[in-house]
């Protein structure tokens, strides 16, 4: 079946650090690929989302590109800021069959001042 | 424009009880799915709706159990809980799938004691 697998940290950068999360994905087929991204005590945001091969998501200041050759799509920031503190989650779903997204288990980050 | 709303926020239950938590969706929005999220096994999904139809259903038992009303608001029951039963259940909605992106609300965080 369809699974996501990216590092689970926690990951600890200090402010103004290079932000990589890695995100390998197994499905069939041409998934869409997202990052969401969840703030303690809130629901899941959408962050960025790439829906075909070598498209590139982008969304304050973080990107992330659909690699089908390497299934990849790691998420990546030039410089981390405080706020940016909380649990990234990729996510795959399948265009035109089954609604349901398969989550990764999710990167916690902590950015200190 | 108002959000994904979930009620209650938080609720405690007894063992064997059954529950009911209530989603709103973003107006216009007509995708509504379910998400089950413990430390454990991570975000999974229960089941989707679209136009009160179940298009989708996750791998739980038939104790979970949803609806969607004719204005796309919906409900998910839980009958006879079990200690195992106690997360964070996320509501999503979506335009018309998650290939545009879901839609998050905060969340009903149930215990079972």
């Known amino acids: 079946g369809d699974s996501v697998t990216q590092m689970e940290g926690p990951v600890t950068l200090s402010e103004e650090a290079f932000l990589t999360i890695n995100c390998t994905y197994t499905a069939t087929g041409y998934p869409s690929l997202f990052w969401y991204v969840q703030y303690p005590g809130e629901g899941l945001q959408l962050l960025l989302k790439a829906t075909k091969a070598d498209d590139k998501g982008s969304n304050k200041g973080f990107e992330a590109t659909y690699r089908k050759e390497t299934t990849s799509f790691h998420l990546e920031k030039g410089s981390v800021q405080v706020s940016d503190s909380a649990v990234y989650f990729c996510a795959l779903l399948h265009q035109g069959g089954s609604e349901k997204l398969v989550f990764g288990k999710g990167t916690k980050l902590t950015v200190n001042p | 424009k108002a959000g994904v709303t979930q009620t209650p926020r938080y609720l405690i239950k007894t063992r064997g009880q059954q529950v009911t938590l209530s989603c709103s969706p973003i107006s216009g929005h007509r995708s509504v799915s379910w998400y089950q999220q413990t430390p454990g096994q991570g975000l999974q999904f229960l089941f989707e709706?679209?136009?009160?139809?179940?298009?989708n259903k996750g791998n739980f038992p038939g104790r979970f159990s949803g609806r969607q009303f004719s204005n796309s608001r919906s409900e998910m029951n839980v009958s006879t809980l079990e200690l195992g039963d106690s997360a964070l259940y996320l509501c999503a909605s979506s335009l018309a799938g998650g290939v545009y992106g879901y839609t998050f609300g905060s969340g009903t965080r149930l215990t079972v004691v």
């Open positions: 709706y679209f136009s009160e139809t179940q298009r």
